[in-house]
């Protein structure tokens, strides 16, 4: 079974400042790591992934996130956060016994204070 | 561009009625999913479907079918709808079945039920 936790249902920070919304997952097998972003009354936007080789992964729009096997986890960053990054944001997971489907957290609300 | 277009952004629909949700995907994927996303819940799995007339259960089926007659077309039915399925509701496809390939998702169609 694969699971995912999102850490903070709600993260505010100040523009400027550095973003960082946490996942961790649970997978018995090597997993496949995605972040999602999802503005206001829209569908799901991939934002990266993970799949295999370099651990560092870069995205759009400024976001990156690293993978690290030893803590289960692959939190998004991105140094300097803009008004426009305002948005729900999802990690998910595929694994090998869940090969077709993904599975995501609950979501964490970004807001940015001017 | 990769599409996935949902027939209607918002539905509202009385208690009893029969439902269905449309999808229509450009990109001769092989999977489709029809998601259900509820605050605090993230998005959870109704049904998936990877090959014409197949069908797999996700994680909350429960009183909600699904039909596939055409690769492109992906439909979620609620066959007597209750006021517990008010929701967002988001469809997505997927290449194959490697497992590097990510979700494009609709933009969503938002239930209320009466």
């Known amino acids: 079974a694969q699971s995912v936790t999102q850490l903070g249902s709600h993260v505010s920070v100040s523009e400027g400042a550095l973003v960082l919304l946490r996942c961790n997952y649970s997978?018995?097998?090597?997993?496949?790591l995605f972040w999602y972003v999802q503005y206001p009354n829209q569908g799901l936007q991939l934002l990266l992934k993970y799949t295999t080789g370099a651990t560092l992964v870069k995205g759009i729009n400024g976001f990156e996130a690293e993978f690290k096997k030893s803590e289960t986890s692959f939190h998004l960053t991105k140094p300097s956060a803009h008004m426009s990054d305002a948005a729900e944001y999802f990690c998910?997971?595929?694994?090998?016994?869940?090969?077709?489907?993904?599975?995501f957290g609950s979501g964490t609300q970004l807001t940015v204070l001017p | 561009d990769v599409k996935v277009t949902q027939s209607s952004r918002y539905l509202v629909k009385r208690t009893g009625e029969k439902v269905f949700l449309e999808c229509v995907q450009d990109m001769d994927h092989e999977n489709m999913f029809w998601y259900r996303q509820d605050p605090g819940l993230g998005l959870r799995l109704i049904y998936f479907s990877y090959d014409v007339k197949m069908k797999e259960k996700g994680d909350i089926p429960e009183g909600y079918s699904v039909s596939r007659e055409k690769k492109e077309r992906f439909s979620l039915i609620l066959e007597s709808a209750s006021t517990n399925q008010t929701s967002m509701y988001l469809c997505a496809s997927r290449a194959g079945i490697f497992m590097n390939t990510e979700a494009f998702f609709g933009q969503g169609t938002r239930l209320t039920v009466v």
């Open positions: 998910a997971v595929r694994s090998s016994g869940s090969a077709r489907q993904l599975t």
């Open positions: 997978s018995s097998v090597p997993p496949y």
